[in-house]
């Protein structure tokens, strides 16, 4: 799957193979979840066939209708997680952006089933 970037959008890839799951840009759109629906539509097909899953996050700007959508992917993979799916996140944050390092962490802390890395970015 693979959904290019809009204006209000980020960019995202998934790949069924690999496993891996990448959001980059920045998630403002006004539905977040027409959007994201189908996203999450993809990621149910992959938690049946048990893949492990990558995901890497270089999101610059995300509004809290998006965050919202996001928590509630990260909680159906913290589920599957806790019944033995394998689940990393690495979560990409620029040094200068407090609030999408502090996201990460939050994030990190709600979902313990997770494995995540943190990776600060230079300008």
């Known amino acids: 799957m693979y959904i290019k970037a809009g204006d209000?959008?980020?960019?995202?890839?998934?790949?069924?193979?690999?496993?891996?799951?990448?959001?980059?840009?920045?998630?403002?759109?006004?539905?977040?979840?027409?959007?994201?629906?189908?996203?999450?539509?993809?990621?149910?097909?992959?938690?049946?066939?048990?893949?492990p899953l990558q995901f890497r996050f270089e999101l610059i700007y995300i509004n809290s209708s998006s965050l919202g959508m996001l928590r509630n992917l990260m909680s159906t993979v913290n589920q599957h997680a806790q019944q033995g799916l394998s689940a990393?996140?690495?979560?990409?944050a620029y040094e200068d952006d407090d609030s999408m390092r502090e996201?990460?962490?939050?994030?990190?802390?709600?979902f313990p089933a997770i494995t995540f890395q943190t990776q600060i970015l230079k300008d």
């Open 8 to 51: 209000r959008t980020p960019e995202v890839q998934i790949n069924p193979q690999s496993g891996e799951v990448t959001f980059s840009g920045e998630s403002y759109p006004e539905n977040a979840i027409h959007f994201y629906k189908p996203i999450l539509d993809k990621l149910e097909e992959l938690f049946l066939n048990k893949t």
């Open 88 to 92: 990393t996140v690495l979560w990409q």
């Open 103 to 110: 996201m990460g962490e939050d994030l990190q802390e709600l």
